[in-house]
């Protein structure tokens, strides 16, 4: 079980947003933090503490410069996510980027695209691929993959039948718990459980830590076998839980 570090960018800042709140409207935005340093800081600081496997997510458009800034500054240690398909991905790996990160991209209208996944798989491997399959239960108790900056359902269960799906086009999962995301109410112990128990490959886990007592959590949950990324909670982004302390941990 490891720290992954993770650099949020919204219109070109570094930014820590209630990730349920993403729209096209900033009106409608909560945001936690605006930070004053840039992504370059970021990423040095993460080369510097010896970091890897950390991700770099575009959350909307204008963040094109500052994530190629991040990964410039520590290339072939930072996975980029956010409006990847497969014909930018190989644009972002020559730019440093260790993989690419896919969500939204794979699904059409709510459902699985397989000539995309196909296609970018084809275009990367697997081996520098990983899905994003943050998700949000709905009313019937399972989790549902969201799509479009977590705003759409699509009809994508995230159970053992899928993930094991999944697992053959790429080589890790990226998880966010949006209903928690952002939040610092705690984790979302299921999906841990869900997670550990059914996926055949590593999975990083985000949503609702808020403190070193839910690493614990983290690691009872999930077994041992699921990373996590922290990001509103951290005092390098505002908050209170020191990034010195997860550092000690590795």
Known sequence: MRFRPCIDLHRGQVKQIVGGSLSDNDQTVKTNFVSGHDSAYYAKMYQRDGLKGGHVIMLGPGNMEAAKRALSAYPGNLQIGGGITAGNALEWLDAGASQVIVTSYIFNDGRVDLDRLKQIFDTVGRERLVLDLS?????????????????????????????????HYCAEFLVHAVDVEGKQSGIDRELLQLLSNASPIPCVYAGGIAGIVDIDLIRDFGHGRIDYTVGSALDIFGGKMSYKSLIKLQ
């Open 135 to 167: 998700c949000r239960k709905r009313d019937d108790g399972n989790y549902y993959i969201v799509t479009d900056r977590w705003q759409k359902f699509t009809d994508c269960r995230v159970d053992g039948e899928n993930l094991a799906f999944f697992a």
